[in-house]
């Protein structure tokens, strides 16, 4: 299986904290892109990162990519209680066709007031 | 309209029913898929249609049949599912154009619980 694994498998942090969560992939990618879910509802597309790409910023959100450790993270700054989710990176292969996204195991998040 | 609209939200069949699951968007988008997810799991692709026309099928039962009509409307046509059919059924449409331009646009869901 190509699936991906996020760690940690579930976060807990304050209003106001910063939230980091992992991504590993297991083959060579065409991009990298992250999703939310709100609880038992559809997922939102956050960002996308290209291969050639290290770094991306949009908001509080910042995304890394290291394709040589084959893995990414997603950096959310200022948390707020409304970020709280479940939180998934899909990633693209070069080998499975752009339309086939593979979904990592999901973190999720829990932003205390 | 940047709105991917599912129905129906909740289904409840039996195992002898046949019921069908409607996805709808106005985006102009021309890739449309179907994932089913297990609670605290992640998606998992079912079928994926591009320019109406099936492109993917990930080896899924025959009792799951996915139909596309136009270019704006996704079906899936469900008979003799089993218990563990039970899930989040979602639908996503994409631009489908080039690579790196994949991004997926979900709609809500169908909770589809089967007796």
Not at chain 2, 86 to 106: G, H, P, V
Request: net charge positive.
């Amino acid at each position: 299986s190509q699936q991906g694994e996020e760690d940690p498998q579930a976060l807990s942090i304050q209003e106001g904290e910063n939230a980091t969560m992992n991504c590993s992939y297991k083959t060579s990618i065409n991009n990298l892109q992250w999703y939310r879910q709100n609880s038992g509802r559809g997922l939102v597309h956050l960002i996308l990162i290209r291969s050639n790409e290290r770094e991306k910023h949009s908001g509080r959100l910042r995304v890394t990519l290291d394709t040589s450790k084959k893995s990414s993270s997603l950096l959310i700054t200022a948390s707020r209680a409304a970020d709280t989710a479940s939180y998934f990176c899909a990633t693209e292969h070069p080998n499975t066709g752009f339309q086939k996204l593979v979904f990592g195991t999901g973190t999720r998040l829990l932003v205390s007031p | 309209d940047t709105e991917v609209t599912q129905t129906p939200k909740h289904l409840v069949m039996g195992m002898t029913n046949k019921k069908s699951l409607k996805c709808e968007q106005h985006m102009g988008h021309r890739a449309m898929y179907w994932y089913k997810q297990k609670a605290k799991k992640p998606p998992e692709l079912m079928f994926v249609y591009s320019y109406e026309k099936l492109s993917i099928n990930e080896s899924v039962p025959s009792r799951f049949s996915p139909e596309c009509p136009n270019s704006s409307l996704l079906n899936l046509h469900l008979h003799a599912l089993q218990p563990e059919d039970s899930a989040l059924y979602l639908c996503a449409s994409s631009q489908a154009i080039t690579r790196d331009s994949n991004e997926q646009f979900f709609g809500p869901g169908t909770r589809l619980t089967v007796l």
